[in-house]
Structures are given as C-alpha cells and as structure tokens.
C-alpha cells in the first residue's frame, strides 16, 4: 500500500478573521466614497474642482478594488502537510517548514495561549470568534526565514511566545494534527532507516 505523501490544504482561519473584517470595513468606505464623488458630479458640481473630483473617484477604485482583493484572499492562506515538509501559504508569503526543525507538536486552547485578558479592545473583538478554537502548535528550532520577514507577513498571534514556534488555527485540528504525525511519523522512520548502518558494516 502506498503512503501517502500530501496532506489536505486547511485553511489558516485567523487569517481568514483578518481578511474577513477588512473586506467589510473598505466596502463600506469605498461605497460612501463613491456616494460622495456621485453627488458632487451630479448635483453638487460646484462643490468640488473637476480635479478634486477624479480624485474621488480614484479613492474610491482603489478602496474597492481592495475590497475585492480581501475578499477573494480569505481562502488563498493555507496550510498544508507534506512529505518532508509543511508547506505555509499566504497570498503575500510562500514557505516551507522542514521536519528537521520540528521540536513537537502539541494542540493548545487558543484563548490559553493568547488570554483575552492580556488582549487590547481591538483585539478582543478581532480574536473573539476563535477564542474557544483549539490550536496546534509546531515548536521549531529554528523559523524557515528570518523571524522580522515572517512577522511582516504573518499576525502576531501565530507566533508561539513560549519559544520558537508557530501557531496555527484551522477549522479541523483534530484532521490537521493526524496528517502531521502521520506524516511527520514517515518521514523520521525514513530517516532512521537512512543511518542505519548496513550488516556487516564496521561502526
């Protein structure tokens, strides 16, 4: 029977959170832009420089064609098990995080790793939908880029503040963590097998 080498694609849902609020919020920004430049041009010419107006108008593509792109990038951020590696993905970010730097694997309450208590008001009502969500947590010897790149691209809640590592929020940990020690599994027996010496051979 053949092992399987690929895991299923899950989505980073705090990621999703992110993108989620952001949609809503340009929409409705990008939409009273619009209103706003639509009555200037239409009753209200005077109000406004022809020039001032494109202006407007510009706001407001450009707010809007955001709005799209957070809508549609919601579901573009994943992570995925592999053969010898877990493949994370974000529209702006592509790495891999190699089995040698996995220390362990362990699920956590993601309200436990990061308390509302400790959280600011913004935060609470972003993080609050995935206060209940169980977590699984890679403990790393070492981040796949520097750690400066990797919090550029990534919120700070997927970092594990205990010590290297990353935290990661899908809709089914339970799937997610099976592929990963399955996967994880094979890839260290391999290993094993790769040094061990041959019969007869001298240590």
């Known amino acids: 029977m053949k092992t399987r080498q690929t895991g299923s694609r899950h989505p980073l849902l705090l990621y999703f959170r992110v993108m989620d609020r952001l949609w809503r919020s340009t929409l409705v920004l990008g939409v009273l832009l619009l209103a706003v430049w639509g009555y200037t041009w239409w009753y209200g010419r005077d109000v406004l420089h022809e020039q001032e107006s494109m202006w407007l108008l510009l706001g407001a593509v450009v707010v809007l ?26 529209p702006f970010l592509r790495t891999n995080i ?86 994880l599994g094979t890839w260290q027996q391999l290993q094993k097998q790769r040094n061990r010496p041959l019969p007869g051979s001298i240590r």
């Open 65 to 90: 064609s955001f709005t799209l792109f957070a809508f549609f990038a919601r579901r573009m951020a994943y992570v995925q098990p592999r053969r010898d590696h877990i493949r994370l993905v974000t």
């Open 98 to 183: 190699s089995y040698r730097r996995v220390l362990a694997t362990h699920p956590s309450e993601f309200g436990q790793l990061y308390p509302p208590k400790d959280a600011t008001w913004a935060q609470r009502r972003l993080l609050e939908p995935l206060y209940g969500r169980t977590a699984i947590v890679l403990e790393l010897s070492g981040y796949p880029l520097p750690p400066a790149l990797l919090r550029f691209f990534l919120a700070p809640q997927m970092f594990y503040r205990r010590r290297k590592g990353i935290v990661l929020l899908v809709p089914d940990w339970m799937a997610f963590s099976t592929e990963v020690d399955s996967l």
